[in-house]
């Protein structure tokens, strides 16, 4: 039973006591608009969500104290600061009598609204605070229409091994008049790199990111006034393919790129000709083959001149060579015209929705001035191309930059953009008639850090190799001296080393899939030197080998500096113990979690780099712990329903394995699972316990609905669900998939049962929550072995096979009856310690990407942190230890988790990352609690429950809640005494768990609740609480 300490229950008596403040008592602060912190320019939700903080402003030792309780808020929002500051207001919610620091905008907006907002609140003792900063967002471009004159553009003929292209739109601004803002909106397929008058747009790398282009292009909104001037302006765009055409066939033998690694290829689609005339008003062409086009696809049909004739149609039938479509043609094509094709929108069971799509770009400039009329710039023919000095770009195999084809001042005033080498831009086809432009709510991807070498060494005659000494993910920026023209230098990355000393790229792909996977940069011979790093794709790398500089030259170590790149995502924790082995492996843990958070979550930044649900759903409790996802989530939630199958199949409902989706369909082992697929009702689910928001789960619930009905439909067979890729990564791969689907569809459904409830669908949550009844049984039915007392794969039709992953998953999941709970726990602890292990001794955690979290938390919640911290100090597989002991390959351990425990494939991912969560809700002890009920009200509460495990003496963390900073800090001295230090933020209230029976000096403003087991609790509203104990000891649970 919780009890919960209430200030808001005051009396006039009380009130009477209370201090008097000389100013304010609590102020607001930490403004949000969905999730963002950074003032966007383009948000796609015309009704955001507005959070914010308080912090009280003085120390405060009372019965009751202002940053108890917020009793009341209000909200106002104008056009701009200065109308907000002088009271012409758009919205203002009054006076609203509520705790929540979670409120809607109470209006919906239109496209490019600016909005600045603040807030303030009533403390504890009802009195107002001052007014927040204020903060501000703008909507981006909400409707398709809003883009007006703006087309598609690309280098018209361009081939994929010819360099890639560069644009430039040179355009004069009035001196007569005022500008008062200049915003560019602009998406480039497949990366982007933009200028103004020389000068970058933005400290965003990677832009636009990974999108289904068959369905949606992101595009990015930059605020440019300060970069334009009165009279000549040109804005450049520079592109590269990313990860929108990906291709093998991509060579450039001059650097010696014969065979280009690539984990997947873009698949290619129709590309053919008319072979007879088709005249104004068909419906039908007749084409020389028919093969890669696709019903409910485009057909594109260009008759030359720079697409000045391009009409773009939607497929409804096809024919023997004959395509039929909709709407008639507009003007009349001659045969010979080029044809082609898009991929396939619907996605259907094809790799099509991956569909190859070639450079090309479309944005509009809009500048308004003071008497507010306007000038618009938008992509036509008027722009200029040309082929630029980046000759080869491949998502994964590298680039080859030749700066000796520079054209230096091309995107600057007073270039001669009607030289030989420029020609007039040509129109192109959208990817799809059916693809939308789209604002990103995720952060974007910045550059985080650079790393200079901790070493370099010359394995062999003019190889040198640089050492991080952290494996990380990003760009190698090359840093040289001054070098002849022509000089080629070529940079390869690196996750380990050979025997020999140079790099050994096999676990970022090369392999049967290619072998080339590397970067060169051909230098222009400049005085004083130059500097490069490739901007359109990035790397796993702890290690740089650099060849190609002149013989005899010794570089230092500063020729190559390494840009950590990540999704600028607000830090939600942080975490220290007195183990030097925990904090490094929370270091190896952080850095697996940044490196696969790029525009979207990826696997791993080397030999994949896609985005499986499952990777970053499974360990979510880690990720959470340390980074803050209220925007990126809706992110992953947008490409997940574009992910899902609405074509008129069996598949349909089901989602892709990966989202976006590239290579796979939606078939098969690797397309059809519904551990990876669930995540279309995960995140909305985590969305809600994790900051309480329920609007994507509102606006997505009938796509939810259709992933359950698939799995109702075509997966589930008396209840139970086989999944075709069981426990990822087990180390033993014993459990069954049987176990792993079905307790997925245990999970989705106790959700949908819940998301049902929460968006008004009353009728599906009594029908979901029937069924979470009727798969329980049937999993306990089928897997339940009543003489062994534990999960096993077949259940009371043998004893094999009794995994600690079967265990775990029933215990963490609620399916174990309570009467069985000890026995599946004694079960658990024991497949620990029996598991085979190359010495024999110690606890070992066998599970994979979906036992492992169930595990630990299993483990913790059943007082046996013990078990974790023994398997900590294991050095043998599988185990943590087995990552961090040195080998040839890696002389001082991994730096980061690897996907398998055998060390074997990637070594940087997250999918075994899952005991992060442990140090930070068991270690230090914060765990924060989601009071989600089936009522519509979201709250969040805080338990301190520091587990003092082995031999630490300290530990301390701190973590962001929605309402504000929680901080726990404790030490134990060889005397027996320990100290325990917790902070609860404003408008929160905790429950501290003293892991002891003994006598307690606690802070004045704790409450003595209960003595559990080996726990004296205390109640504690907000503010910083001490305690200490002199009778401590050891409680693992």
């Not at 004159?149 to 890639?164: F, H, K, S, V």
């Not at 990822?728 to 997925?744: A, C, F, L, P, Y």
Request: proline share 5%; aromatic share 10%; hydrophobic share 35%.
């Amino acid at each position: 039973m919780w009890l919960w300490y209430t200030p808001a229950l005051l009396t006039g008596t009380v009130l009477m006591l209370l201090p008097a403040w000389s100013c304010a008592a609590v102020q607001v602060t930490h403004l949000t608009v969905d999730g963002r912190t950074d003032s966007p320019l383009d948000l796609g939700n015309p009704r955001p969500t507005l959070t914010w903080q308080i912090n009280q402003t003085h120390d405060c030792d009372e019965s009751v104290c202002p940053g108890d309780r917020q009793t009341a808020y209000e909200i106002q929002a104008a056009k701009t600061i200065a109308d907000l500051s002088e009271g012409q207001l758009l919205w203002d919610s009054g006076k609203v009598n509520s705790s929540t620091q979670q409120v809607r905008f109470g209006r919906e907006l239109k496209s490019r609204d600016s909005i600045a907002w603040h807030v303030r609140v009533w403390d504890a003792y009802g009195d107002a605070s001052d007014w927040s900063s204020p903060a501000t967002w703008t909507t981006g471009l909400l409707e398709q229409t809003d883009w007006g004159e703006a087309r598609w553009i690309d280098y018209p003929g361009r081939t994929e091994n010819q360099p890639l292209p560069l644009f430039a739109r040179q355009f004069d601004l009035s001196h007569n008049k005022t500008m008062v803002s200049a915003r560019l909106y602009l998406a480039g397929i497949g990366m982007h790199h933009a200028t103004v008058n020389g000068e970058d747009i933005t400290d965003e790398v990677l832009a636009p990111g990974y999108s289904n282009w068959q369905l949606s292009t992101e595009y990015r909104t930059y605020d440019v006034k300060n970069l334009l001037q009165p009279g000549p302006n040109v804005i450049g765009v520079s592109l590269g393919n990313g990860p929108a055409y990906v291709r093998r066939s991509v060579k450039n033998p001059s650097v010696g790129r014969t065979s280009p690694y690539s984990w997947w290829e873009s698949q290619l689609q129709g590309n053919g000709t008319l072979v007879e005339d088709a005249p104004t008003g068909s419906i039908t062409v007749q084409l020389n083959a028919t093969t890669g086009y696709h019903v409910g696809g485009s057909i594109n049909i260009d008759t030359g001149g720079g697409g000045e004739r391009l009409e773009s149609r939607t497929i409804t039938a096809i024919g023997n060579k004959t395509v039929t479509f909709t709407p008639p043609l507009k003007v009349s094509h001659n045969a010979g015209a080029a044809v082609t094709g898009s991929g396939n929108n619907i996605a259907a069971s094809d790799a099509s929705a991956g569909a190859a799509v070639t450079p090309r770009l479309i944005g509009r400039l809009e500048v308004t001035y003071s008497d507010d009329s306007k000038t618009n710039i938008v992509t036509n023919r008027s722009w200029r191309t040309t082929l630029g000095p980046l000759v080869t770009d491949a998502w994964y195999s590298g680039s080859d930059y030749n700066a000796t084809r520079e054209q230096v001042g091309w995107d600057r005033p007073g270039a001669d953009l009607r030289s030989k080498h420029w020609i007039a831009a040509g129109f192109a086809p959208p990817p799809n008639l059916a693809t939308r432009l789209v604002a990103r709510a995720a952060e974007p991807v910045k550059i985080q850090e650079r790393l200079t070498p901790v070493s370099v060494v010359e394995p062999a005659p003019g190889t040198w190799v640089f050492d991080f000494g952290q494996n990380i993910v990003g760009f190698p920026l090359l840093n040289l001296p001054e070098l002849p023209a022509g000089t080629t230098v070529k940079v390869a990355p690196a996750e380990s080393l050979a025997a020999n000393g140079t790099v050994d790229q096999t676990s970022l792909g090369p392999g049967d899939r290619g072998t080339n996977l590397f970067n060169t940069y051909t230098t222009a011979g400049r005085p004083g030197g130059e500097t490069w790093h490739p901007k359109f794709n990035y790397f796993g790398m702890q290690w740089v080998q650099v060849t190609g500089l002149p013989s005899g030259y010794k570089p230092s170590r500063d020729l190559i500096t390494g840009l950590r790149v990540q999704a600028d995502v607000p830090a939600a924790s942080s975490f220290t113990s007195s183990s030097a082995r925990l904090n490094r492996i929370h270091k190896m843990a952080w850095h697996s979690m940044a490196s696969n958070i790029m525009s979207v979550f990826t696997d791993c930044p080397g030999r994949e780099k896609l985005s499986y649900p499952a990777d970053y759903t499974q360990p979510f409790g880690a990720l959470a712990r340390n980074f803050q996802f209220p925007a990126f989530l809706r992110t992953a939630a947008h490409h997940l329903v574009e992910g899902q199958s609405i074509a008129n199949t069996s598949m349909a409902g089901n989602v892709a394995l990966k989202t976006p989706v590239y290579d796979w369909g939606y078939s098969g082992r690797f397309g059809d699972e519904i551990n990876w697929g669930n995540a279309i009702v995960l995140v909305p689910s985590l969305l809600y316990d994790l900051y309480g928001d329920t609007t994507v789960m509102a606006t997505y619930y009938d796509r939810l609905v259709n992933f359950v009905d698939y799995i109702q439909r075509e997966k589930a067979r008396g209840h139970i669900v086989d999944a075709a890729l069981a426990d990822w990564v087990e180390d033993s791969s014993q459990t069954s998939g049987r176990i792993t689907g079905t307790w997925g569809y245990y999970l989705t459904i106790k959700a949908m049962a819940r998301i049902a409830n929460l968006t008004g669908h009353q009728a599906d949550a009594h029908r979901y929550a029937n069924l979470s009844h009727d798969i329980r049984n049937a999993f306990n039915s089928a897997f339940w072995n009543d003489s062994s007392h534990r999960y096993t794969n077949t259940g009371n039709n043998g004893t094999s096979n009794a995994t600690q992953t079967a265990q775990a998953l029933a215990l963490d999941s609620g399916l174990v009856p309570e009467k069985h709970r000890q026995q599946v726990l004694n079960a658990l602890v024991e497949l620990t310690y029996d598991y085979p292990s190359s010495d024999g001794a110690g606890p070992h955690l066998s599970g994979g990407q979906i036992g492992l979290g169930p595990i630990v938390r299993a483990l913790s919640a059943g007082g046996r942190d013990d078990v974790l911290w023994e398997a900590l100090q294991q050095n043998d597989r599988p185990s943590y230890g087995y990552f961090m002991a040195p080998t040839v390959a890696n002389p001082h351990g991994f730096t980061t988790i690897g996907e398998e425990w055998d060390r074997s494939s990637s070594k940087n991912h997250m999918i075994l990352a899952q005991i992060d969560e442990w140090f930070h809700a068991g270690v230090v002890g914060i765990q924060p609690v989601a009071l989600t009920t089936l009522s519509s009200t979201w709250e969040s509460r805080l338990i301190f429950q520091p587990k003092l495990v082995g031999d630490l003496t300290s530990a301390s963390g701190t973590y962001q809640m929605l309402q504000g900073e929680a901080r726990c800090e404790w030490q134990r001295t060889a005397e027996g005494n320990f100290h325990l230090t917790v902070t609860v933020p404003a408008n929160a209230e905790a429950e501290v768990r003293l892991p002891s029976v003994g006598k307690v000096n606690a802070s004045r403003r704790a409450r003595f609740v209960r003595v559990d087991r080996d726990y004296t609790i205390y109640a504690v509203p907000a503010g910083t609480h001490m305690f200490n104990n002199e009778t401590t000891h050891a409680v693992d649970g």
